[in-house]
Each structure stands twice: as structure tokens, then as C-alpha cells.
């Protein structure tokens, strides 16, 4: 492998599963690899796997799963983005960009209209540069003990071309993804 543009790099697989030892693969082992922990959420695992293998080693992927969701009350399903991750020594190489832009391909041919990631506050400005923009408003989630309001960042992205965030209270029913 030569070169770090994106034409240098394995082209994106479908996984056919995605379990601790492919994140550990990516991430290494430590306890909290998406420095989430601290926001004490349960989340759900995705169902659809992307990956990029290098020399037989995964080193980036994205999931997504599809989840209902109530916007003013109004019952839907939005795609679901989580799980986007990086081997530490190939970031800024553009292989979070191929993960996702692959995961959007596939969640246009889902249904839903809407794509939709938590994320750390510091992620926000490279989601917004892959085309995610930020929903300014609370959002509930479910957990074991009840519904709380999310503490990350809440960000959602068109998956056709005429699809608009709705008006209303934001609640994701189901964990979050
Ligand atoms: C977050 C993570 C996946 C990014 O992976 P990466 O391969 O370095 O990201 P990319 O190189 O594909 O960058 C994607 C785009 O965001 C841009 N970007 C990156 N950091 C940015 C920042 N701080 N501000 C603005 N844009 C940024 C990049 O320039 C690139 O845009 P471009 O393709 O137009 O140049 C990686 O750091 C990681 O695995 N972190 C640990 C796990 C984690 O926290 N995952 C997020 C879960 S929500």
C-alpha cells in the first residue's frame, strides 16, 4: 500500500459481523474506545457493519441500525449511525469519510428519510463536514430506567434529497444506536 489518498486505500466492505474482537481490532482494548463512558448510557448494536481491511486487519468502521423515533408526536424510523471508528495511527486519511459515505449509501435504500448520530461536542465540526448538521434542541432517548435527555450531541443528516427536519419534540423510542 502506497500513497494516502482515498483511491490508495481497500475499498469499504460489508461485514458480516461485528462483535468486541473487530472493535478491539480497531480500537485496542481499552475500557471506553468512544469516550462515551462518562455519559453512563446503554446503547444498542448496530446491525449493519462497514469496514476497511488493510493487509487482513479491519482499521475503520461504521454501523448503522434503524430505530423509531416520535418528532411532534409523530411516529418514524430514522437510520441510525453509530460505532465510526478509526485504527488510531491511520486517522486524518480520510477513512472515517469512506466508512460513512458507504453506511449513507446503504441507508438510502432503507426507507427512512433521516439519518441520525450522537456524538461528543469535540465531533461535531468533522460530522458537520461529511454533510450532518446539528439538531438544536433536547432529545429523549430511552434507557433501562426511563427516558433521559441526551447528553451528547444530537446530529442528523438528509438521506433523500427533499427530506427535512420536522418541527416538534424529539424522542428516540428505543436505546440509542
Ligand atoms: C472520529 C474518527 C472516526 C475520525 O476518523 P478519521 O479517519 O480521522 O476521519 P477522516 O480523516 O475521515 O475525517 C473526516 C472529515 O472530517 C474532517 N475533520 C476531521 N477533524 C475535524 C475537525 N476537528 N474539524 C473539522 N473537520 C474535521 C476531515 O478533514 C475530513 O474531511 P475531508 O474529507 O473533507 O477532508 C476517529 O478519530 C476515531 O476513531 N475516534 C475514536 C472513536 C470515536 O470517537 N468515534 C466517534 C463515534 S461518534
Same mark, same amino acid.
Do not use: C, I
Given at each position: 500500500m502506497t500513497g494516502n489518498s482515498p483511491s490508495a486505500w481497500p475499498a469499504v466492505v460489508r461485514l458480516a459481523q461485528y462483535t468486541k474482537t473487530e472493535i478491539s481490532e480497531i480500537l +485496542?482494548? +481499552?475500557?471506553?474506545p468512544f469516550g462515551? /463512558?462518562? /455519559?453512563g448510557l446503554s446503547w444498542l448494536p448496530k446491525e449493519e457493519h462497514f469496514g476497511i481491511r488493510r493487509d487482513g486487519c479491519l482499521v475503520a468502521h461504521a454501523g448503522l441500525l434503524m430505530v423509531p423515533l416520535s418528532i411532534g408526536g409523530v411516529e418514524t424510523k430514522v437510520v441510525g449511525l453509530g460505532g465510526v471508528a478509526v485504527t488510531p495511527e491511520l486517522r486524518g486519511h480520510g477513512l472515517a469519510r469512506m466508512v460513512v459515505t458507504a453506511a449513507l449509501t446503504h441507508a438510502r435504500t432503507m426507507g427512512p428519510q433521516h439519518g441520525l448520530l450522537f456524538c461528543r461536542p469535540p465531533l461535531v465540526p468533522l460530522y458537520q463536514r461529511l454533510g450532518w448538521r446539528t439538531l438544536q434542541q433536547d432529545v429523549h432517548v430511552e434507557q433501562p430506567d426511563g427516558p433521559v435527555v441526551m447528553p451528547l450531541r444530537t446530529m442528523w443528516t438528509p438521506l433523500h434529497d427533499d427530506a427535512s427536519w420536522p418541527e416538534g419534540p424529539v424522542r428516540l423510542l428505543s436505546l440509542p444506536m
Open positions: +485496542g482494548d +481499552g475500557d471506553d462515551v /463512558a462518562e /455519559a
